[in-house]
């Protein structure tokens, strides 16, 4: 890893070039505990621009942010039995505080219902207490056993998770599609990652839900993976937890609950769908740094005009809310330069030389297409404004296209095995709504089936497994 350029390609070796190119962007690193991972500089400033959108979004829904603590009592898992169960294999647990041995194991959070339903109960009494519409962001530890891959796979990760309270079924059913749409929005309109919505099977769903609602999205090595999801609870941890409120009917009701979440692993999404031979793509949306300035100086000539252009235009663009560093680092040359923000994914550079100064003009490239342009000085502001929109919808309509190329329609088992094996991708077949059919293929082929579609589709085969009566039309990819 010693060399500062990416060495291998992306449509040759994916795994090593999405390796690569995490580490010398300088996003994350190998933290010096198994199995975890440093969030550096980088990946923190994306996720931090994630945080602010999110954060807008909700609040104008009327959530609030809170915080609860890391670690679970072993009796509060327990008490949701399908829940707890679901998450046992990867729990990490504390057993001694000091000298002392603890009387009760502590989880350190998987996830944080049992421990916020606990609370509900204390602060629910009537409806007017409702609805609860909380959200942290928060760190998660799952145990997992398998091999580390930075921000898809580690034993720590970070994430937000919603959870809400509500007096009806129709309320809770409402949560849960208006926080999908605006994770969709999120990822499509900021990430530039286009998903498929839909529900979850019965096997798929979280632990202890009614039903999942998810956003897939599909990898260019033609694994999908999971974006976000949006869970309806019904309730179940409400009669576990004793969650109840006198209605206006001056009834007793139990509450309806929702949670849902979205992770850290949305930046490795960002990393393998944009990214190219260079190294990161960063969406101007969502990058912490949409443009750069480049000084070229030349030797004998006045290097003062070039440095003042620069000072200049940075000005201007910042003072329309154009996200921009100035490099004026004198120990670097400017090709070094352009190689480091190249792999950094900083959608445009801005080259200002003797040349540019002398003919009242700058020289812009874009990272996405490599595409350079000349333009007047005057006209900076609006030429990059404009390019960082255009590259925004290029970089969606690309990935679209990838997303809709490698979604294959299938009739029979043979088929769905060939098109998997030739491409990957997205595996649109009938499903007979049996689980051992979901079971067979699965272990035969690695398959899951990664959502049911919101709208039903028309049928057109019989069942892709056992060729008995279909059902629906479900999407199967091989997930991370």
Known sequence: MSEMGITVKKSENFSEWYTQVVLKSGLADYAPIKGCMIFREHSYAIWEKIQEIFNKKIKEKGHKNVYFPMFIPESFLKKEAEHFEGFVPEVAWVTTGGNSKLEERLAVRPTSE????????????????????????????????????????????????????????????????????IYRDLMENYLAIPVLAGKKTEKEKFAGALYTTALEALMPDGKVLQMGTSHNLGQNFAKVFDIKFIGEDEEEHYVWQTSWGISTRMIGGLVMVHGDDKGLVLPPKITPVQAVIIPIPYKNVDTESIMRKANEIFEKLQKNGISVVLDDRAEYTPGWKFNEWELKGVPIRIEIGPRDVKEKQVTLARRDTSERLVVKEEK?????????????????????????????????????????????????????????????????????????????????????????????????????
């Not at 909380?134 to 799952?142: G, T």
């Not at 720590?156 to 599609?177: C, R």
Request: hydrophobic share 35%.
């Open 114 to 181: 049992t421990i916020m339903y606990v609370t509900y109960a204390k602060w629910i009494r009537s409806w007017r207490d409702l609805p609860i519409k909380l959200n942290q962001w928060c760190n998660i530890v799952r145990w997992e056993t398998s091999a580390t891959r930075l921000f898809l796979r580690t034993r720590e990760f970070l994430w937000q998770e919603g959870h809400t309270a509500h007096a009806t079924e129709e309320e809770a059913d409402t949560e849960v599609m208006e926080i999908l749409n």
């Open 380 to 480: 900076t502001v609006d030429t990059v404004t404009k390019l960082l929109e255009e590259i925004q919808n290029t970089l969606f309509n690309k990935a679209k296209k990838f997303l809709e190329d490698h979604t294959t329609t299938v009739k029979t088992f043979d088929e769905f095995k060939e098109a998997l094996k030739k491409k990957g991708g997205f595996i649109r077949a009938c499903w007979c709504s049996s689980p051992t059919c979901e079971e067979k293929i699965k272990e035969e082929t690695g398959a899951t089936i990664r959502l049911l579609p919101f709208e039903k589709e028309k049928l057109f085969s019989n069942c892709v497994c056992c060729g008995g009566e279909g059902k629906e039309v479900v999407y199967f990819g091989r997930a991370y």
